[in-house]
């Protein structure tokens, strides 16, 4: 089963791709969707949604998590982050993908063990998880654990309905 992570932002979008098994989970991909900042909202929202089609269509996930909105710096900022959350929902829709939801604090409780852990925290755990090496941006990070956190889910679920057997 594979995984699609996706840290929405209409300046910088996070996605990150793992692949699920019996012996955990493993790495596929990961990046950032980065259009010119200089370039008007709408058209900052076409380059993500392009951007997240592509990627569903090469590596064909089997759901996409994204996170939840907690908070943002100003009215402003949480008015494009809700357009940039549309988009990738509205790419899941078209693309036919399960669409799970995430918050921070349960991606952090799943990723680190601790609910108020830091982003390098929660980096670092993903990178051992997935025993990755190299660069990693934020985003590609955050979102990567948002697919961590969904998996941990996925597992969890399992185990409980076979204990119920």
Not at 92 to 110: F, M, P, T
């Amino acid at each position: 089963m594979k995984i699609l992570g996706v840290d929405p932002g209409s300046i910088r979008c996070g996605y990150g791709l793992i692949r699920v098994h019996n012996r955990g989970s493993q790495y596929i991909a990961s990046g950032t969707i980065s259009p010119s900042p200089t370039k008007p909202l709408h058209e900052r929202l076409r380059f993500i949604y392009e951007g997240l089609t592509e990627i569903i269509s090469t590596y064909r996930p089997d759901h996409l998590v994204v996170e939840k909105i907690f908070f943002a710096k100003s009215v402003r900022a949480a008015i494009s982050l809700g357009y940039a959350r549309a988009v990738v929902l509205l790419a899941a829709a078209s693309q036919g993908i399960d669409l799970q939801e995430r918050s921070a604090l349960e991606v952090k409780k799943s990723v680190v063990g601790y609910g108020k852990a830091e982003k390098q925290q929660v980096e670092k755990m993903g990178r051992l998880i997935l025993n990755l090496q190299g660069d990693l941006s934020p985003d590609s990070a955050d979102a990567l654990a948002l697919a961590l956190c969904y998996a941990n889910a996925i597992k969890f679920n399992d185990a409980l309905s076979k204990s119920k057997e």
